[in-house]
């Protein structure tokens, strides 16, 4: 053993002095906001007082027997789920169109992936403009072509504006799926099927058995993602809804804010928040056990 083995290394400062800022962008974005929320979800913190009291499990006893929590909360769900469902399935059709179309597939994934080049105010009021009952595209086009006897208001009539809102949402959120699910594939080696023919697999059985099996894992990792910013995302939402008519597209996002701005209840919003946060993080246990599930049959 030499004799300076034992001596304490050397810290580093420059180093540590280079991801400082990550350090404090992190705590002061993500940590501070998770632990502050957690603590004002056991107080009466109103916006508009400086004082406030420490009322333990009272906000969320509010909240759980508040049957509007109820809604929102169902909204969320079938916000997520039929975004997501959806988002999968044509961002897959469109990875493997692409894939088999390798000369212009650069041109098409740079066209397709656009929605993600624009904020979502400019998508909120870009489709509001689509779908308005006056001078939008689609309510016109579908009255000239005698699908409906009069401009539908998409976002105001409460058959439609769900159905609305997700196919917008699917709309925006398909390129992330067809991007990652294109460059998997392309990882796939084509000796796989080749051998599968050779063994005289059908077409349906290669796909399963090799393309589906081969990209799953990234399709595991890109649900879990979706599922966090879908069931959060507020903007998009509310810029184009405000959560109405009548509640029908208030999900939790919406309803805390509505709890926050609104009622200027901070402490009931904070707790509406831990409450998705603690949700949040048990579907997300579930889709982890499933990917290493698939990673351990992989191997």
């Known amino acids: 053993m030499k004799g300076n083995s034992?001596?304490?290394?050397?810290?580093?400062v420059t180093g540590l002095l280079f991801i400082l800022p990550a350090v404090l962008i992190v705590v002061l974005l993500l940590i501070y906001p998770i632990f502050s929320s957690i603590y004002f979800s056991f107080t009466s913190k109103h916006l508009l007082r400086a004082t406030y009291d420490w009322v333990w499990l009272d906000n969320f006893k509010f909240v759980l027997t508040?049957?509007?929590f109820y809604i929102a909360f169902a909204?969320?769900?079938k916000w997520t789920a039929f975004s997501i469902v959806g988002q999968l399935l044509m961002g897959f059709a469109l990875?493997?169109?692409?894939?088999?179309?390798?000369k212009y597939s650069g041109v098409f994934r740079t066209l397709l992936i656009i929605p993600w080049a624009f904020p979502a105010i400019v998508i909120a009021f870009s489709w509001k403009w689509i779908f308005n009952?006056?001078?939008?595209?689609?309510?016109?086009?579908?009255t000239k072509l005698g699908v409906t006897e009069h401009n539908i208001n998409f976002f105001a009539d409460p058959n439609f504006v769900f159905g609305a809102v997700v196919f917008i949402n699917i709309w925006f959120g398909t390129p992330l799926f067809m991007v990652n699910i294109l460059s998997a594939l392309k990882t796939i080696p084509m000796e796989q099927y080749e051998a599968a023919v050779m063994d005289g697999a059908t077409a349906w059985q290669s796909f399963w058995s090799i393309t589906v099996r081969h990209i799953r894992?990234?399709?595991?990792l890109l649900l879990i993602l979706r599922t966090i910013w879908i069931f959060n995302n507020f903007d998009l939402l509310y810029l184009i809804t405000g959560g109405g008519p009548s509640?029908?597209?208030?999900?939790?996002?919406i309803f805390a804010y509505k709890a926050g701005w609104g009622m200027k209840q901070l402490g009931v919003a904070s707790a509406i928040t831990v409450i998705l946060l603690i949700f949040l993080l048990m579907i997300c246990m579930l889709l982890f056990r499933l990917l290493n599930k698939w990673e351990r049959e992989d191997h």
């Open 6 to 12: 034992l001596k304490p290394k050397s810290i580093n």
């Open 66 to 68: 508040n049957s509007d």
């Open 75 to 77: 909204n969320s769900i």
């Open 95 to 102: 990875a493997l169109a692409l894939n088999k179309i390798p």
């Open 133 to 142: 009952d006056v001078y939008g595209f689609v309510p016109n086009m579908l």
């Open 217 to 220: 894992g990234v399709i595991g």
């Open 247 to 253: 509640n029908l597209t208030t999900t939790l996002p």
